[in-house]
Every structure is written in C-alpha cells, then in structure tokens.
T-cell receptor, first 113, second 115 residues
Framework: DGGITQSPKYLFRKEGQNVTLSCEQNLNHDAMYWYRQDPGQGLRLIYY???????QKGDIAEGYSVSREKKESFPLTVTSAQKNPTAFYLC????????????FGPGTRLTVT | AQSVTQLDSHVSVSEGTPVLLRCNYSSSYSPSLFWYVQHPNKGLQLLLK??????LVKGINGFEAEFKKSETSFHLTKPSAHMSDAAEYFCVVSVGYSSASKIIFGSGTRLSIRP
C-alpha cells in the first residue's frame, strides 16, 4: 500500500532531551512537510522540503531541525530549545509544491514532561 | 498576505439535514483553496480542491464547495448529513511553488451530527 508512515504513534520524553520523529513515504512525492497541531487550532507549518538535500523554514521553525537525505524520508528533531514541544505532529507529502494536494500521515503525539 | 477564517468553531446538525461550513479567505495572489477532514487522532484527508477551474467543486463523500471571488468565500456544503461525517474540517489557502510559497490552515470547524 502506498502512503505515509509516522512512528511512533505516541512518544514521551523528559524536558531537555532532543527527540526525533520519523516520517517515511512511498508515494514517490518530491515535497514533504512537517506540521504542528495544538488543541483547537489549525495546523502550523514547521519545515518543508521540495527536493532532496533542500528544505525551508515554515512559520514556526524555531527549536526544530530537519534533514532530507533521501526522497522517502524527512525526519524532524524537536530540540531542547523548543519551549513548548508537547503537541500532535503531522507529516505530509505532495507531488508538487504547497499548491498541491497533500497526503498526511497518522501523526505522532509527543508529550514532554 | 494570505489568511483564512473559518467562521464557526462548532456546527451541530441532525442526521439527514444539510451541512454548511463557512470559510472566508484573503490572498494577494490567485490562491489554491482546499477543504480537509480530520477524524479524531488521525491525519488529514483531502475532501476537495479549487485551483481556478470550475467555481463549483465536487469532492468525496457528497461534499462540494463554491468559490465566490466577490465574497472571498469558499463554503463547504453537503445536502444530507451522515453520522460518519462527524469530524474536524479545515479550510486551507495556499499560494505558489517557490521561496514565496505560503500555506495557511484555518482553525477548524468541528461538525457534530445528532441522531
């Protein structure tokens, strides 16, 4: 089956630790995205990548980092510099850029205590 | 600048009655407009997309939306609600495919269906 996988579904970390969220797609899409969702709010773009080895900051990139070494993979690291990391994180991909249909993964719920 | 406003945070309708979820947008450029649906603790799924072709856009599960440039609106409708339609709905505006690209999600409308 083609699609996007995110692992794990739930993640718990202590404050001050970096944590990496996984996102893999087998849709052969060029573009990939990371969003953050907080209760009662829409999604906010963290980072996006339109091709391998290239990525751009979104609206809330501070405290996050990404890499895009392979077309299929776009991991997100939540660093200790992120002041409020507890949230639901969604990864997506699209054939074209931001004006194209995006396919979303099931999300990772990160809780930092 | 781009923005999107979903006018209702919560809409409740009876099963079998029409659904209307309202969305207004603003954009300095010709935007692409989307409606996505999210069921609890899940990713989002595309319902429909407007990209400057027909102004009335038909989507999945009987939903449709009409692009009205004069009113800067892109409201989502369905003639008859089903229990399975209960979910969160997001209106999205995006512009471009370059370093000037931008995507904005509305804050969402939670749709409840009464039996």
């Amino acid at each position: 089956d083609g699609g996007i996988t995110q692992s794990p579904k739930y993640l718990f970390r202590k404050e001050g630790q970096n944590v990496t969220l996984s996102c893999e797609q087998n849709l052969n899409h060029d573009a990939m995205y990371w969003y953050r969702q907080d209760p009662g709010q829409g999604l906010r773009l963290i980072y996006y990548s339109q091709i391998v080895n290239d990525f751009q900051k979104g609206d809330i990139a501070e405290g996050y980092s990404v890499s895009r070494e392979k077309k299929e993979s776009f991991p997100l690291t939540v660093t200790s510099a992120q002041k409020n990391p507890t949230a639901f994180y969604l990864c997506a991909s699209s054939m074209t850029g931001l004006d194209g249909e995006q396919y979303f993964g099931p999300g990772t719920r990160l809780t930092v205590t | 600048a781009q923005s999107v406003t979903q006018l209702d945070s919560h809409v409740s309708v009876s099963e079998g009655t029409p659904v209307l979820l309202r969305c207004n947008y603003s954009s300095s450029y010709s935007p692409s407009l989307f409606w996505y649906v999210q069921h609890p603790n899940k990713g989002l799924q595309l319902l429909l997309k407007y990209t400057s072709a027909a102004t009335l856009v038909k989507g999945i599960n009987g939903f449709e939306a009409e692009f009205k440039k004069s009113e800067t609106s892109f409201h989502l409708t369905k003639p008859s609600a089903h229990m399975s339609d209960a979910a969160e709905y997001f209106c999205v505006v995006s512009v471009g495919y370059s370093s000037a690209s931008k995507i904005i999600f509305g804050s969402g409308t939670r749709l409840s269906i009464r039996p």
